[in-house]
Each structure stands twice: as structure tokens, then as C-alpha cells.
T-cell receptor, first 112, second 115 residues
Framework: DAKTTQPPSMDCAEGRAANLPCNHSTISGNEYVYWYRQIHSQGPQYIIHGLKNNETNEMASLIITEDRKSSTLILPHATLRDTAVYYCIVRAINGATNKLIFGTGTLLAVQP | DAGVTQSPTHLIKTRGQQVTLRCSPKSGHDTVSWYQQALGQGPQFIFQYYEEEERQRGNFPDRFSGHQFPNYSSELNVNALLLGDSALYLC??????????????FGSGTRLTVV
């Protein structure tokens, strides 16, 4: 599974868009980009995933660059409840294992 | 619809003791994975159970073992506890073959402290 690099922390004003970057320069053609988040004292929560096209759901949008070497998770209108550690994970859906390999993620602090 | 339920929520054990943690998967899910999360770190994969068998295992010693029951619930057992085993233990459930595509559902974890 490809390695990902994320900034350790970011701040965002409440009501503004939060843009969380992730670098995955060694991503393979069959690997997807997944995002999970972990709010304090809770288990990780699945947010979104994508292969090469931009994706949007009720929680967030995922923008993947054309060369697929980086991506950005966008929370369009951040609230205080979005304060959490956000993990970017790269792996193949049909890989040999189903395990998720978490890094240390990005701590997003939404400020009032 | 209940999500993943883990018990107990907190536990304090002494070095050398044994501990059993329990997990009930989300309704409709048949696969259970266990993760260990040390303070300030991301979760680390321990193992995954499907059809009552261990299907995959991470880089954890044999002191860590598990079991899955016919109702899909699971237990994580840790023998000869070390201080370094202190962590949040997370259980994640999914439907076989689809979890990695549609996302895993995690419980809130069991906080284990070894003294």
C-alpha cells in the first residue's frame, strides 16, 4: 500500500471551508484514496473514497489531482463538531489484505 | 440500528495478567477486525475474523489472540500483559468483501491501562 503524507495539524474558522491535503506520490493505478476521521474518544468514521474522479457525498468532497499523486478533502462549511483527526489512506480494493494502514493524520481544529 | 458495541469501555489490569475484550458487530456485518491505538498514534491492525477464523494478522505477538462466534461477535484476548499494551482497542465490522469498498464501522473502543 502506498504511503501518505499529511500535515500534522490545521486550523479552520467555523463556517468556512476546510481543505485537508494529502500526498500519495507512490500510488498505484489500482489504489483508491480513503478518508476517515476520528473525533476525540470515538472510533474512526468513514468519510469518503475515490479512484481518480472527484467525489462528493453528504459529508465532504474529495478532489484527486490528475496525476493522482495528491488529493484534498473538503469540508464545505466546517462546524465545531468537525474538530477531529483526519486520516488519508491509500489501498487497493482487491488487495491481498483488507487492513487499513493509518498514519498519524491531520488534527483539524475548527475555531469559533 | 445499533452500530458496533464494545465492552468494557475502560479497564485497568496489572502486568502479567490476561484480559478479554468483546465486540458486537453492526447488524448485518459478518467480519470483525481489531486495531490497537496507542496515545497520539493512528490505529494499528491486529487481526481480522471471518467465518469464525482468523483471516489476516498484523505484526502482533502470539500473546494477542481472538475468537469469533457464530453470531459474528468477537473477543480479543491478550495474555501476559505488558505496560506497552496500554492503548485504545478498536473493533471494526464490515460485510465480507465489501468493507474496504464501502467503509468499515468502528466502535468507540476499550481503553486498557496496564499498571
Amino acid at each position: 500500500d502506498a504511503k501518505t503524507t499529511q500535515p500534522p495539524s490545521m486550523d479552520c474558522a467555523e463556517g468556512r471551508a476546510a481543505n485537508l491535503p494529502c500526498n500519495h506520490s507512490t500510488i498505484s493505478g489500482n489504489e483508491y484514496v480513503y478518508w476517515y476521521r476520528q473525533i476525540h474518544s470515538q472510533g474512526p468514521q468513514y468519510i469518503i473514497h475515490g479512484l481518480k474522479n472527484n467525489e462528493t457525498n453528504e459529508m465532504a468532497s474529495l478532489i484527486i489531482t490528475e496525476d493522482r499523486k495528491s488529493s484534498t478533502l473538503i469540508l464545505p462549511h466546517a462546524t465545531l463538531r468537525d474538530t477531529a483527526v483526519y486520516y488519508c489512506i491509500v489501498r487497493a480494493i482487491n488487495g491481498a489484505t483488507n487492513k487499513l494502514i493509518f498514519g498519524t493524520g491531520t488534527l483539524l481544529a475548527v475555531q469559533p | 440500528d445499533a452500530g458496533v458495541t464494545q465492552s468494557p469501555t475502560h479497564l485497568i489490569k496489572t502486568r502479567g495478567q490476561q484480559v478479554t475484550l468483546r465486540c458486537s458487530p453492526k447488524s448485518g456485518h459478518d467480519t470483525v477486525s481489531w486495531y490497537q491505538q496507542a496515545l497520539g498514534q493512528g490505529p494499528q491492525f491486529i487481526f481480522q475474523y471471518y467465518e469464525e477464523e482468523e483471516r489476516q494478522r498484523g505484526n502482533f505477538p502470539d500473546r494477542f489472540s481472538g475468537h469469533q462466534f457464530p453470531n459474528y461477535s468477537s473477543e480479543l484476548n491478550v495474555n501476559a500483559l505488558l505496560l506497552g499494551d496500554s492503548a485504545l482497542y478498536l473493533c471494526a465490522s464490515s460485510l465480507a468483501g465489501l468493507g474496504i469498498k464501502y467503509g468499515y464501522t468502528f466502535g468507540s473502543g476499550t481503553r486498557l491501562t496496564v499498571v
